[in-house]
């Protein structure tokens, strides 16, 4: 059963729009449209505010934190155009680290790529474009490259690929590890999914999912954890999530989880790729798993969850459909 183990008061004077619990479960990352980005310390079931991070000039639409290989780092971004990259220099100590400004309208979605491939954050923006940060982290500088015209009107989320290629989970073959070429999933205001490869030193589209009827939301690529075959999700104002599944990369499958009563707001996949979390506009959130037959079933649902959803907003603007929250 899904429910709700702790409320925490974040402090926020504003709707929260996301929160993010890092690698190893020990803190948790917030932020609201009060501009300003919360580091709490949750282990062994307090709440303490860690660090009160101000930089933004603008609603704040996610946080995403990096992989503990590279230090505590955390990602933001904003309706003021901006990414900002916090770095904690020393305990409690968070430093603005990198700030990246070169989209014309708001950052609506940041995404780590996976560890393997480096210190790498997708972003997606209101102006169309997605930009790729790659940091040298011996150097503490950052190559920025910019991947435009991605969706019509306005990019709202980005994900990565797994970094390594899909194996059946008993593969018996020892010390193996195939990296995958990069790979990324965007959704936009054009209803439209899309697949994106790393071609040399450039980004180019290999695919266009298109089922959806309204506004992508939320796209969600799964582990591949013994799993050998690639699973997209993908949720949307048109109120549905649908699974896009391929064995090659060049077919894909699409199957309509399910038809929700509000908008979809946010698909999340559990850490082994085999159960998808849906959260929507009617406050509920719901787990759901395939089948042995290939059907996806509801296996629990909270109806009480009173949590507003981690969306970004392409136009920037007001959204009606989120009640206003400051508590988790």
């Known amino acids: 059963m899904v429910s709700v183990l702790n409320t925490i008061d974040t402090g926020h004077e504003d709707m929260i729009h996301c929160a993010d619990v890092d690698y190893y479960g020990l803190r948790l990352a917030t932020c609201s449209s009060d501009n300003s980005v919360k580091i709490f310390d949750i282990k062994s079931g307090a709440q303490t505010l860690a660090a009160d991070l101000k930089g933004h000039r603008g609603p704040v639409w996610q946080v995403a934190w990096g992989h503990p290989r590279y230090g505590n780092v955390l990602a933001s971004c904003s309706y003021d ?9 020393g305990p409690g100590d968070w430093t603005r680290w ?3 400004s070169n989209h014309d309208s708001s950052v ?6 996976p560890a393997e491939y480096g210190l790498i954050m997708a972003c997606g923006s209101s102006d169309g474009s997605v930009s790729i940060l790659t940091a040298n982290v011996e150097a503490g500088t950052w190559d920025c490259k910019k991947i435009p015209n991605v969706h019509t009107i306005g990019c709202n989320t980005v994900s990565w690929c797994p970094a390594t290629v899909p194996e059946p989970a008993f593969d018996q073959r020892p010390n193996k590890t195939n990296l995958a070429v990069k790979r990324l999933v965007t959704g936009g205001c054009d209803n439209a999914v899309k697949i994106w490869k790393e071609e ?3 980004w180019e589209e290999e695919k266009r999912l298109e089922l959806h009827s309204d506004w992508v939301r939320d796209v969600a690529w799964a582990p591949s954890v013994g799993m050998p075959r690639h699973q997209i999700a993908s949720c949307s104002q048109d109120r549905r999530v649908v699974i896009w599944t391929s064995d ?4 894909w499958q699409p199957t309509v989880l399910n038809n929700f009563d509000d908008v979809v707001w946010n698909v999340s996949w559990s850490l082994t790729g085999n159960i998808l979390g849906v959260s929507g506009g009617d406050n509920k959130v719901s787990l759901w798993k395939e089948t042995n037959e290939g059907q996806w079933v509801c296996i629990s649902e909270d109806t009480n969850t009173a949590t507003a959803p981690a969306s970004q907003q392409a136009s920037g603007g007001p959204n009606n459909f989120i009640p206003e929250q400051r508590t988790l």
Do not use: F, H, P, Q
Request: avoid cysteine.
């Open 248 to 251: 090659d990369l060049v077919t």
């Open 81 to 89: 155009r901006k990414v900002i990259i916090w770095k904690e220099a």
């Open 108 to 113: 609506n979605s940041v995404a780590w790529a």
């Open 200 to 202: 040399g030193d450039r």
């Open 98 to 100: 990198y700030e990246y």
